[in-house]
């Protein structure tokens, strides 16, 4: 038996998985027999077969059920005639590897690129300007002034984003390029098949004819060995070639477990640039931005006075919860018909707000940072004025009106009934030497990071 309706099948993938996913992915699929409840799926390459079962294969089977076939698991198969589909080389892979070498090119397919994900959309404030500095500088594809570009900072903060923001200009900008996109997950995939199938030789040509390689992630191979190491060689070999080498990762390398001394030195040769956790300013920009973009979907809806500043002082863990917030928000007003006010914010926004005010406490940073600074907690909080216990308490006053939402008043009660002005002058005093301190500003960051792990 033959699958019915498949026409019918890819429009409706069409609407879930969008239209960049839809022509990488579903297109080029060629429906095969139907036995048993298992539909055969006809894919040009291994490797795609297993990008789209891993990826899309739920989606797919519910879209085959829901139109009337009984289908209970997917099969994909090689397929040995060339599609009309399948001879074109996927948009995505264009979008990075216009001009590929042809050895390479038939081979080459690289991560969907987010259409959202520009330089033009990416909203810079304090915590990124080196990092977005940093990315435009390789995505002008000049010749290799650092390598590799080592981006890193925690989740949700937009290193994906500046990834894509590169691979997407420098296509604009040198279509000639051999751009090659991937996560290091995908990187690792690609190995373990290539060994599997007894096609090293192909993996690697594929990898060391690229111009750029970016790879998203790279935490992901730690404690990989073999992955590891092909990694390893890849690199050398690209650095060699003085061909450009972008990575991202949720960490410095000094700092990846797990990580080979060798992997971890290559890495560390480049230039390394930080995404630092967000500041208010910086949500608040982001937030502004992310309401342009849902006007386009419900231009009749009007935002509150206060309701972004509100969002960004509250919700401070990840630009990702933030836009989702916003996002749900937009949703929301338009179904039952209201304005966006601090009520509406109120009511549909109380999980993500309680889970953002449960995040941290001023228990845990005082805990952190008398922890840090080796100090007892009860001499942080209680009244000695030594140094080196007046500095450690200032930090933890600073870090409790940066990342709790709590007033002065009660953030002084909280460290041994202090009256809210020497929290006030505490505050500002790390704000200056945040400036001219660099173990200071160092501190900040590592206490920083380790509270909203
Ligand atoms: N500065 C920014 N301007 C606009 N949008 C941003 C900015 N930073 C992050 N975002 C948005 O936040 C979301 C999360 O960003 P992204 O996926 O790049 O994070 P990430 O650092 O790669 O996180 P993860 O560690 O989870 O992989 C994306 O939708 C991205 O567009």
Known sequence: MTLDHWGEIKERLLKTVGQNNYTTWIEPLVPGAVEDGIVTLKVPTNFFGNYVSQNFSDLIL?????TGTDATRLNFALNQQPTPAAEKPAPAARQTSAAAKPAANSQLSTAPLDPRFSFDNFVVGKPNELAHAAARRVAEGGPVTFNPLFLYGGVGLGKTHLMHAIARELHERKPEMNVLYLSAEQFMYRFVQALRDRKMMDFKEIFRSVDVLMVDDVQFIAGKDSTQEEFFHTFNALVDQHKQIIISADRAPGEIKDLEDRVKSRLQCGLIVDLHPTDYELRLGILQSKVDVQRKTYPDLEVADGVLEF????????????????????????????????????DCLADVLRASERKISVEEIQRKVSDHYNIRLSDMIGPKRLRSYARPR?????????????????????????????????????????????????????????LES
């Open 62 to 66: 519910h879209e085959i059920n829901a």
């Open 311 to 346: 969002l960004a002082h509250r919700i401070t863990s990840n630009v990702r919860v933030l836009e989702g917030a916003l996002t749900r928000l937009f949703a929301f007003a338009s179904l039952v018909g209201r304005e966006i006010d601090m009520g509406l914010t109120q």
């Open 394 to 450: 200032q930090v933890a006053m600073y870090l409790c009106k940066q990342m709790t939402s709590r007033s002065l008043p009660e953030i002084g009660r909280r460290f041994g009934g202090r009256d809210h002005t020497t929290v006030m002058h505490g505050v500002r005093r790390i704000e200056e030497l945040k400036v001219s301190d660099g173990q200071i500003a160092e501190d900040l960051e590592l206490l920083r990071r380790a």
